[in-house]
């Protein structure tokens, strides 16, 4: 079979450069070896950049993300027993809204197959091969376990962290990393919101973020030893750990339905492109959860490379495909560098002496008393400026 681009993963990058690709009138084929059901009902992240919705909207890949979705003009930053609102719209004119990934995910698939697009569900990737050629392959399986094999002008690794495709351009030389001492544990709770904005809390006893996800249900993370079991805790335990975490603030409780745990990892892969072989989203780079950058820097490769690809597709002109890693990168590393820092501001690092914890306290002040502080937190969070989609 052949194709011009053969996408590998139907998560939010494969699937929105699969859309932007087609306005263009770009044929691509997409596989993932997760069933449409699995993608379109596992919990992941929630929160969109402002150019992430704009993405997503005039594109018409989401037109539930402006009515579903909720918009945010701000966040709360916690420490001590007070709270510091961080105004998005009135320093920096953005928002973000709270919808989640796989509302995103299934809003994508349902624009994507009524266009007839060939999104294969359950075919495993196995292998990239001739990537220094103008004929890459893709060599993969179906569900029954028949060999499936793709020749495109182009393949886009956009399977995630543990993909295929990323050991396919970066060989042996893998990436930038770091680990970090400490994990999330993350909830969803049948109750009402237990605040208007999300609520980023710095507590003694370790950090909180208390999220939401609509009328009934909620979402809410505190810090835990990277090796907590999900079974850990009682329910009842876990409404007392959250509430100790944002002290100030009354939770309201109601039953648990789901647990999961978060592992913080730091990454970027040293190559980004080899040949006519590229990665996208987190096959190319890993950020911890705060701030919300993972999905968001994701759709901001794609926008890149949708350019980068119509230029060498339609116009045979590699220049765009040539510079495509260096500058991804450039944003990749503005991601990296936000996340980094949230997370260090607000976690309760393992072993931290009164030194540590005190300088900590001083640099929250640092950014919430100042207007400046505050404007560079909403700069960041609310994303930079991605280049117009066409
Ligand atoms: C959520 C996740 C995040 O990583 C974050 O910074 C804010 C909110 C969420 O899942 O709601």
Redesign the pocket.
């Known amino acids: 079979e052949r194709t011009r681009v053969a996408v590998i993963g139907a998560g939010p990058a494969g699937l929105l450069l699969s859309h932007l690709l087609a306005r263009h009138g770009i044929e691509s084929v997409v596989l993932d070896s997760r069933s449409r059901e699995q993608i379109e009902t596992t919990?992941?992240?929630?929160?969109l950049e402002q150019g992430t919705v704009e993405v997503l909207d005039r594109t018409g890949a989401s037109d539930r993300v402006l009515t579903a979705g909720q918009k945010h003009e701000g966040i709360e930053i916690r420490f001590g027993d007070e709270g510091h609102r961080i105004d998005f719209t009135g320093t920096v004119g953005r928002a973000v809204w709270?919808y989640?990934q796989h509302e995103v995910l299934k809003d994508l698939v349902a624009a994507r197959l009524a266009a007839g697009q060939d999104l294969r569900f359950q075919v495993t990737a196995r292998r990239v091969e001739d990537a220094g050629t103008d004929r890459p392959r893709v060599l993969a399986e179906d569900a029954e376990g028949d060999p499936v094999e793709i020749e495109a002008d182009v393949v886009v690794g956009a399977d995630g962290s543990r993909g295929v495709t990323r050991e396919a351009v970066t060989g042996a030389h893998g990436g930038y990393f770091r680990e970090y001492p400490f994990a999330?544990f993350?909830v969803l709770c049948e109750a009402p919101p237990s605040a208007e904005e999300?609520i980023?809390s710095n507590s003694p006893n370790g950090f909180a973020?208390i999220?939401?996800?609509s009328a009934g249900v909620q979402?809410m993370?505190f810090q835990c030893d990277p090796a907590t079991d999900t079974g850990a805790y009682t329910e009842e335990r876990l409404w007392e750990i959250l509430q100790s975490r944002v002290p100030g603030t009354t939770l309201r409780e109601g039953r648990i339905f789901q647990r999961d745990v978060l592992r913080f990892r730091s990454f970027v892969a040293h190559e980004m492109r080899r040949g006519r072989v590229v990665l996208v989203g987190d096959a190319a780079h890993t950020v911890p959860?705060?701030?919300?950058?993972?999905m968001n820097l994701a759709v901001a490769d794609v926008v890149l490379l949708t350019e980068a690809l119509r230029a060498l597709l339609l116009d045979r002109d590699e220049t765009l495909f040539d510079a495509f890693p260096a500058t991804a990168r450039r944003r990749i590393w503005k991601a990296q560098h936000f996340s980094w820092w949230?997370t260090n501001l607000l976690h309760l690092q393992p072993g931290a002496s009164d030194f540590d914890r005190l300088r900590q306290i001083g640099e929250l002040r640092t950014v919430v008393e100042s207007d400046h502080g505050r404007a560079h937190l909403a700069e960041a969070y609310t994303g930079w400026p991605l280049p117009a989609v066409r």
Request: net charge positive; glycine share 16%; aromatic share 12%.
């Open positions: 919990v992941r992240a929630g929160v709270l989640p999330w993350g999300l980023y973020l999220s939401r996800r979402r993370y959860p705060t701030g919300a950058k993972g949230m």
